[in-house]
C-alpha cells in the first residue's frame, strides 16, 4: 500500500512539474475599478520573442450594464485607447466581437453586457526589447443611466522566449468567436453592396448568397457616418440560401459619394465580416418593387389553395348554402359579400397579429386555435349550422333588419353571406398549406405595410373563386336550377359539418374532458324541446348525440392510453436535440398539434406509413415529437430560431447538419428519403 501511495506521489510531481515548466502565472496588469464595471490587461504570455501579439482588454461589468461596439448606434459611445506613453510599440488594432441589439432610455444601440474581452492586436518596435504597456481607455457604459468611465492601465511584458500562462485559453477563446473575414473559411460565397439616393432617403442595399441556410440573420453596419440601427427589410430566396437586405438611412446622414462600409452578420450558420467600398447611384432599387410582386403572388396562391385544404373544405357548405338559398339575380351580390367577409376576415386576422408582435407577445399561425375558449366558440357555431343544415331548426333573421340595403339590393341582408367567409377564413388558420408558411413567415419579419399587404392578398386568393364568379354572373348558370336534389345535397354538407364538430369536439376534450360533451347533450335537447320532438323520435338528433358520445369517448380512452406511451417516438421536451446531435445521432423532428388539420394528414399519410418506418429503423433514426396543442414556450422559442411562425414543422438533424434540414408543410415520402439519402451521403 505504502509502495503504490509513493508511485502516484511521484507520477504527480511529475505532472506538476512538467506542468510548471511549460505554462506560467497569469500575466495581467491591476483592475481599473469603475462605479459599475472594471477593466484590465491580460496577456497569453509571460515573457514575448516575436514581432507581433494579441492581448486582451478584459470588461466585467455589474450584471445588466452595457457598453458599446464601434458603431454605437442611436446613443451612447465607442471606447478609445490612448497609449502614447507606452513603450516599445508601433500600432494598436481592436478587434471587436459580433455585438447584440440592446434598448436604453428609447434608443436603440449596439454592444456588449455583463463580461466581454476585447482581443488588441500589437505590432512591436524591438522583439528583443521589454513592451511597456500604458493605456488611457474611455468608455461608456449603461443600464437605467450612462456612466462614463476613464481607465489608466498598465502592463510590462518582458522580452524572452514565449511562456504560455493561464489566460492564453481565454484570449484564444475570445478570437474563436469573432466574426470570420475569410470566404473560404465559411459558408458565405459572396457579398455584394450598393447605395441608391432617393429624394428623402438613401439605401443601402446588400445582396449575401450562401451554401447554408439563412434563418433569422441579423446584420450589423460600421460606416464612418455613426448611422443610427434602424429595423432592415429582409427578403429571401426560395431556398433561403440568398437574402437581400435594404436599411433606410435619412438622406443628410449619408453625407459622402463614396465611403467605406464594414458589413457584420451573424445567424445560426454565419458569423462573418466583410469590408466594401460604396459609390453612391442615384437609381432607386427596384428589389423593392420586386419583392413586393413576390409576396403578393405567394400570397395570392396560398390563399386560394387554402380553399382545398382538409381543414377549410367542410366549411364550404356554409359558403355553397348561399348560393342554394339565394335567387340567381342576387347570387352575383352574394358571392361578392362572401369575398368581402373573407378579406375584411384576413385584414383583421393580420392586423389582430401585427398589434401582438408590436407588444412583443409571441405570435403563429392558428395561435387561436390553442385557446379552448375560441375552440368553444367556433365549435358551437359550427354546431348551428349543421344543425340548421338538417332542419332541426330555421335562423331567422331580426325583424328590425329585414329592410337593410347591402350594395343596392333592397329587402336583401346578406350578413349571412359575409360571416360565412368570416368564418371560413377562421378555419383556415390551422391549415399549412404550400406558399402559406413563406407568406406568414414575410409578414411577420417584414415591415408592417408588407405585412398587411400580405394577408390582404391571402384574402384575395381565398376569396378568388367567388370573385370570378361575381366578374362573370353567367358562370352561375352552370349552377343546377333548385329541386329536391337540394335537400340530399344540404344533408351531405351537414354531414361534412358534422365531421367539423368532431374533429372540434375531440381537440376540446383535451382541454375540458366532458365539458364539452355535456353542452352538446344540453344545445340538443334544447332543439328537440323547441321542435317539440321527443329526442328517442328525433333520429337526427339521437344520432348527432350517440356520435358525439362514443368519438368523444374514443378521445379519452386514446389520450389516457397512448400519451406520452408512443414507444417510436421522444418527447421533445424530454432530450436535448444538441447533445444527440453531437453524440452523432440522426433525429426527425415533428412539431404538431390536435388542431393542425395538416399535421393529421402528415402523420396519416406520410409518417406512419410503412414504407417510413421501414426508413427510419433501417437508418437509426431517432424519432421526436412535440406536441403545440396548447402554448408552449420551448416550443415558440424553438420555432422562432427559424423563422417559422406556425406548423406543422419537420426538419432532420445530424451531425453535418446541426441547423437542420428543413422540410415543406405537406410532407411527402419522396421528400423524407431525399433527405435521408443527403445525410448519409455527407
Not at 458603431?71 to 516599445?88: C, K, L, M, R
Amino acid at each position: 500500500m505504502n509502495g503504490t501511495s509513493k508511485i502516484l506521489k511521484f507520477l504527480i510531481s511529475i505532472i506538476l512539474c512538467c506542468f510548471f515548466f511549460n505554462t506560467a502565472f497569469a500575466l495581467t496588469s491591476e483592475w481599473a475599478v469603475g462605479e459599475t464595471s472594471k477593466l484590465r490587461l491580460i496577456s497569453p504570455y509571460s515573457q514575448n520573442s516575436s514581432k507581433n501579439i494579441v492581448i486582451g482588454l478584459e470588461y466585467q461589468m455589474q450584471s445588466g450594464w452595457k457598453t458599446y461596439w464601434k458603431s454605437p448606434g442611436d446613443g451612447g459611445f465607442a471606447q478609445n485607447i490612448s497609449w502614447e506613453n507606452s513603450s516599445n510599440i508601433n500600432s494598436i488594432k481592436i478587434l471587436w466581437p459580433t455585438p447584440i441589439k440592446f434598448e436604453i432610455l428609447g434608443l436603440t444601440s449596439l454592444g456588449y453586457q455583463d463580461n466581454v474581452i476585447f482581443p488588441l492586436e500589437i505590432e512591436i518596435e524591438n522583439e528583443l526589447q521589454d513592451i511597456i504597456l500604458d493605456f488611457n481607455i474611455n468608455y461608456l457604459i449603461c443600464k437605467e443611466v450612462c456612466i462614463p468611465g476613464d481607465a489608466r492601465i498598465f502592463l510590462n511584458i518582458p522580452a524572452g522566449e514565449k511562456k504560455i500562462t493561464d489566460n492564453y485559453f481565454h484570449i484564444e477563446q475570445a478570437l474563436s468567436i469573432l466574426p470570420e473575414k475569410d470566404f473560404s473559411r465559411s459558408y458565405l460565397k459572396n457579398i455584394n453592396a450598393n447605395v441608391f439616393e432617393g429624394d428623402n432617403l438613401s439605401t443601402i442595399q446588400l445582396k449575401i448568397e450562401s451554401e447554408k441556410s439563412f434563418f433569422n440573420p441579423e446584420i450589423f453596419l460600421h460606416t464612418p457616418f455613426g448611422l443610427p440601427v434602424v429595423q432592415s427589410t429582409i427578403s429571401y430566396s426560395a431556398n433561403n440560401k440568398l437574402i437581400i437586405a435594404e436599411f433606410d438611412f435619412n438622406k443628410k446622414l449619408i453625407s459622402k459619394d463614396s465611403f467605406p462600409l464594414e458589413v457584420v452578420l451573424k445567424d445560426a450558420n454565419h458569423n462573418f465580416t466583410h469590408l466594401l467600398s460604396l459609390e453612391k447611384a442615384n437609381n432607386i432599387p427596384n428589389s423593392k418593387i420586386d419583392t413586393f410582386i413576390f409576396y403578393a403572388l405567394i400570397s395570392l396562391l396560398a390563399g386560394l389553395i387554402l380553399n382545398v385544404m382538409p381543414c377549410v373544405f367542410p366549411i364550404l357548405s356554409i359558403k355553397l348554402l348561399s348560393v342554394f338559398t339565394t335567387e340567381r339575380t342576387t347570387a352575383r351580390i352574394s358571392f361578392l359579400i362572401v369575398a368581402s367577409g373573407i378579406v375584411t376576415s384576413f385584414l383583421l386576422l393580420g392586423l389582430f397579429f401585427l398589434i401582438l408582435q408590436y407588444f412583443n407577445f409571441t405570435i403563429a399561425w392558428g395561435m387561436q386555435f390553442q385557446q379552448p375558449y375560441f375552440l368553444i366558440f367556433i365549435t358551437l357555431i359550427i354546431f348551428l349550422f349543421m344543425m340548421n343544415m338538417f332542419g332541426q331548426f330555421e335562423i331567422n333573421l331580426p325583424h328590425n333588419l329585414s329592410n337593410l340595403t347591402v350594395i343596392g339590393s333592397s329587402n336583401k341582408l346578406f350578413l349571412k353571406d359575409f360571416f360565412n367567409g368570416f368564418f371560413a377564413t377562421l378555419m383556415a388558420t390551422p391549415c399549412s398549406a404550400p406558399f402559406v408558411g413563406t407568406a406568414i413567415t414575410a409578414a411577420f419579419t417584414q415591415n408592417y405595410m408588407t405585412g398587411m399587404s400580405i394577408f390582404l392578398f391571402m384574402g384575395i386568393g381565398m376569396s378568388s373563386p367567388y370573385l370570378v364568379v361575381a366578374l362573370f354572373p353567367k358562370l352561375i348558370n352552370f349552377i343546377p336550377k333548385p329541386g329536391k336534389w337540394m335537400i340530399y345535397v344540404k344533408y351531405f354538407l351537414g354531414l361534412l359539418l358534422f365531421a367539423t364538430v368532431i374533429w372540434l369536439s375531440n381537440i376540446l376534450l383535451s382541454f375540458f374532458n366532458f365539458y364539452f360533451l355535456f353542452l352538446s347533450i344540453f344545445l340538443l335537447l334544447i332543439i328537440t324541446y323547441r321542435r317539440k320532438i321527443p329526442l328517442f323520435k328525433n333520429t337526427i338528433a339521437l344520432v348527432v348525440l350517440i356520435c358525439i358520445f362514443f368519438s368523444s369517448s374514443l378521445q379519452l380512452f386514446h389520450q389516457q392510453s397512448s400519451i406520452g406511451n408512443d414507444k417510436d417516438w421522444v418527447n421533445f421536451f424530454t432530450v436535448d436535440i444538441n447533445q444527440l446531435i453531437e453524440q452523432d445521432k440522426i433525429i426527425f423532428l415533428d412539431i404538431t398539434a390536435d388542431w393542425c388539420a395538416t399535421c393529421q394528414f402528415n402523420k396519416i399519410n406520410v409518417l406512419n406509413s410503412n414504407t417510413m418506418i421501414k426508413e427510419f429503423k433501417e437508418n437509426n433514426i431517432i424519432l421526436i415529437r412535440a406536441d403545440w396543442t396548447r402554448p408552449n414556450e420551448k416550443i415558440n422559442i424553438f420555432l422562432e430560431k427559424y423563422d417559422r411562425f406556425g406548423i406543422p414543422f419537420n426538419a432532420f438533424f445530424s451531425k453535418n447538419f446541426p441547423n437542420g434540414i428543413l422540410l415543406s408543410e405537406l410532407l411527402s415520402e419522396k421528400e423524407l428519403v431525399e433527405a435521408i439519402n443527403k445525410i448519409n451521403n455527407e
